[in-house]
T-cell receptor, first 119, second 115 residues
Framework: GAVVSQHPSRVICKSGTSVKIECRSL??????MFWYRQFPKQSLMLMAT?????????EQGVEKDKFLINHASLTLSTLTVTSAHPEDSSFYIC???????????????FGPGTRLTVT | AQSVSQHNHHVILSEAASLELGCNYS??????LFWYVQYPGQHLQLLLK??????LVKGIKGFEAEFIKSKFSFNLRKPSVQWSDTAEYFC?????????????FGGGTRLMVKP
């Protein structure tokens, strides 16, 4: 149990276009989902935390108007990279916290990631 | 804010060698600690976690980690590595009083096990 999927796994887009990445918890409900960005040979950097039905909380330095996050249901969160530029090229990973394992569970389940390339 | 450092960026071992990967964090309060593994081409998976109790935690695949509060450390160990342990390992910390449930990751350690 506790599987998280992401779609698409890879996407190439032209500069100036927008790209939407989906994150789904397949066999559990997730009250909280997290979006990370991973640069080559570097660690994961938290971009934002989203709670179902409320606005996302963005980390310092992350532009909320550029990285739009929608957590419309307990199993789906989306990240939209608006007006993408080559510097947005990266590996984007989502994770989800299991609703039924309590607030103090802290355990996160990770999706496989989405590699975005902006040309 | 908490931070996590992993001292070894790359480790190369032969099969059957013992492994210890260092992880230190900076945060004065109560923490939850995690080790995640990312096999080539796969997503992050939880190896083990520490919330409270026995500071020696046993995880999957023969891994264990010891929480030493006085040293702010949570080193990962395995007595005898296998080729299949080749992966990147991430230490992560969550501050218990962080209502946002945020995980802070270390920089990762890339382990290569030679057959």
């Amino acid at each position: 149990g506790a599987v998280v999927s992401q779609h698409p796994s890879r996407v190439i887009c032209k500069s100036g276009t927008s790209v939407k990445i989906e994150c789904r918890s397949l066999d559990f409900q997730a009250t909280t989902m997290f979006w990370y960005r991973q640069f080559p040979k570097q660690s994961l950097m938290l971009m934002a935390t989203s709670n179902e039905g409320s606005k996302a909380t963005y980390e310092q330095g992350v532009e909320k108007d550029k990285f739009l996050i929608n957590h419309a249901s307990l199993t789906l969160s989306t990240l939209t990279v608006t007006s993408a530029h080559p510097e947005d090229s990266s590996f984007y990973i989502c994770s989800a916290r299991h609703r039924d394992r309590g607030w103090f569970s802290y355990e996160q389940y990770f999706g496989p990631g989405t590699r975005l390339t902006v040309t | 804010a908490q931070s996590v450092s992993q001292h070894n960026h790359h480790v190369i071992l032969s099969e059957a060698a013992s492994l210890e990967l260092g992880c230190n964090y900076s945060y004065g309060g109560t923490v939850n600690l995690f080790w995640y593994v990312q096999y080539p081409g796969q997503h992050l998976q939880l190896l083990l976690k520490y919330f409270s109790g026995d500071p020696l935690v046993k995880g999957i695949k023969g891994f264990e980690a010891e929480f030493i509060k006085s040293k702010f450390s949570f080193n990962l160990r395995k007595p005898s590595v296998q080729w299949s342990d080749t992966a990147e390992y991430f230490c992560a910390v969550n501050a218990v009083d962080n209502a946002g449930n945020m995980l802070t990751f270390g920089g990762g350690t890339r382990l290569m096990v030679k057959p």
